[in-house]
Nanobody
Framework: QLQASGGGSVQAGGSPRLSCAAS????????VGWFRQAPGKEREFVTT????????LYADSVKGRFTVSRDNAKNLVYLQMNILKPEDTAVYYC???????????????????WGQGTQVTVSS
């Protein structure tokens, strides 16, 4: 499973960094996606990073504010969140792209090894 951490309560404009760690899985072999789910809403794609870190994709809603990166030596993936807005409030999850799914997939069903997410609450 993957475990997201680093969330908490922040004020609008804040810049927390989330981390994604794996137990029993070598993250360096996989593209990793970040998703978020707000209360009463479906889980939505945020960003994904290629196994090497050489390619990334972002949802339009976070483009220019969030940055995904990875440190394969540490088996970690990061999500740097900047200029947070109240509408960014959600539980954030990380997951690995299924071997059968193409790079660039944005649907949650294309990913597996979901773990517990981390809550990010942005106050205005």
């Amino acid at each position: 499973q993957l475990q997201a951490s680093g969330g908490g309560s922040v004020q609008a404009g804040g810049s927390p960094r989330l981390s994604c760690a794996a137990s029993g899985r070598t993250l360096s072999r996989y593209a990793v996606g970040w998703f978020r789910q707000a209360p009463g809403k479906e889980r939505e794609f945020v960003t994904t990073i290629y196994w090497s870190g050489g390619r990334t994709l972002y949802a339009d809603s976070v483009k220019g504010r969030f940055t995904v990166s990875r440190d394969n030596a540490k088996n970690l993936v990061y999500l740097q969140m900047n200029i947070l807005k109240p509408e960014d409030t959600a539980v954030y999850y990380c997951a690995t792209l299924r071997d059968s799914s193409p790079w660039g997939s944005m649907g949650p069903r294309e990913y597996d090894y979901w773990g517990q997410g981390t809550q990010v609450t942005v106050s205005s």
